[in-house]
């Protein structure tokens, strides 16, 4: 059984600090991780992709991947209240197979 | 790129009705699309996976009966809820893969269903 864990906050930060999210997974099979980014009554949108150990930046979004760990996280630098959402850590372990979603964090930014 | 749209976005139906949402790549070939369903405030939860020209692989627990899915070509994928009951009042939410190794999945805007 793939899982995928997230702590499910809410994680309160302030305007401005750094957001900081945490994925863990089970399966050391696992080669292409993702975040996604759902507002309330929105569907989920793809934020950010990693398939390799280390860090992958994307304006204020850094993704991190320690496969060694198992840990997979993501950053977002100069939080603004728009970035208030729930995050979605999801890992895929083969082509065409299901991704397995994480419950998801949610995120309020505080202005 | 990677668009993928849903259609209808909101519906309302009496108990008893069949309810038809479309779920389209706009600008890429999905080999897979994905059916979840959301309820409010809750995770999102896989119903079932569709490959193009086979039949839909359901998760443990959906009635393949009730949730009849239809992936007719590379662009298109139909999930009709038959015979809705107020239960099936949900968020429902498609998504597709492109070609290639490493797919990305990506989502659709999702169709809010109401069974009166």
């Known amino acids: 059984q793939k899982e995928v864990e997230q702590n499910s906050g809410p994680l309160s930060v302030p305007e401005g600090a750094i957001a900081s999210l945490n994925c863990t997974y089970s399966?050391?099979?696992?080669?292409?991780f993702f975040w996604y980014r759902q507002y309330s009554g929105k569907s989920p949108e793809l934020i950010m992709s990693?398939?390799?150990?280390g860090d992958k930046e994307d304006g204020r979004f850094t993704a991190q991947l320690n496969k060694a760990s198992q840990y997979v996280s993501l950053l977002i630098r100069d939080s603004q209240p728009s970035d208030s959402a729930t995050y979605l850590c999801?890992?895929?372990?083969?082509?065409?197979?299901?991704?397995?979603f994480g419950k998801g964090t949610r995120l309020s930014v505080i202005a | 790129g990677a668009v993928v749209s849903q259609h209808p976005s909101r519906v309302i139906c009496k108990s008893g009705t069949s309810v038809k949402i479309e779920c389209r790549s706009l600008?890429?070939?999905?080999?897979?699309m994905f059916w979840y369903r959301q309820f409010p405030k809750k995770s999102l939860m896989l119903m079932a996976t569709?490959?193009?020209?086979?039949?839909?692989?359901?998760e443990q627990g959906v009635e393949k009966d009730k949730f009849l899915i239809n992936h007719a070509s590379l662009t298109l994928s139909t999930l009709t809820v038959t015979s809705a009951h107020p239960e099936d009042s949900s968020f429902y939410i498609c998504s597709a893969t492109t070609r290639g190794g490493q797919e990305t999945q990506y989502f659709g805007p999702g169709t809010r269903l109401l069974v009166l």
């Open positions: 999801a890992v895929e372990n083969s082509g065409n197979t299901p991704l397995v």
């Open positions: 990693i398939y390799s150990n």
């Open positions: 399966d050391r099979g696992s080669q292409s």
């Open positions: 600008d890429f070939q999905a080999t897979t």
């Open positions: 569709s490959n193009e020209g086979s039949k839909a692989t359901y």
